[in-house]
């Protein structure tokens, strides 16, 4: 999983190698940069773009586009608050500004302690069951601040 330190060129090409000229490669090897070292980073965006002749912007593009891939390492915990309207309309905001001022950090940021990473994402398949919530890949539906607090290992902190 993730850590701070930058990986180095080899050990990078070496999990982009069994993809390249493969259909779908830049997808596959994506996935496999996300899921063992955890981020995508800027060293990673440019052995992408050499191997599948793209630029760095195009990959980027690519990464930023899904919201599964990062560009920096995630927390322990990734909690994903849903921002689309059906969840804004039911209390997604407030909940959203309750779990900000909890944990500390904005969207899109993570603990100092490195537990926590929370996110913002655009529907959840719970419409009708707002505010939803995506906790370590798991969805929950109609999110209280007290239930996110013990998603979030918060619960009994002062906030
Ligand atoms: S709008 Fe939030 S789950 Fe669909």
Do not use: W
């Not at 190698?17 to 981020?39: I, S």
């Not at 537990?115 to 994402?121: C, G, I, K, S, Y």
Request: glycine content about 10%.
């Amino acid at each position: 999983m993730a850590d701070d330190v930058a990986h180095t060129i080899p050990a990078l090409d070496a999990i982009i190698a069994p993809y390249v000229d493969k259909t779908g490669g830049l997808m596959c090897a994506l996935n496999a940069l996300q899921a063992e070292l955890g981020y995508i980073d800027a060293a990673a965006t440019a052995r992408l773009a050499d191997a599948f002749n793209l630029t760095k912007a195009e990959v980027k593009g690519v990464i930023s586009f899904y919201e599964d891939f990062t560009t920096r390492p995630r927390g322990k915990h990734v909690i994903r608050i849903c921002q689309a309207e059906a969840c804004q309309s039911v209390g997604a905001r407030t909940l959203t500004q309750h779990a900000t001022e909890k944990l500390g950090i904005g969207l899109g940021e993570t603990t100092k302690d490195g537990r926590v990473t929370l996110e913002p994402v655009y529907c959840l398949g719970l419409c009708a069951n707002g505010p939803a919530v995506m906790a370590d890949g798991k969805v929950k539906a109609q999110v209280t601040e007290a239930a996110f607090d013990k998603l979030a290992g918060v619960e009994g902190d002062g906030a």
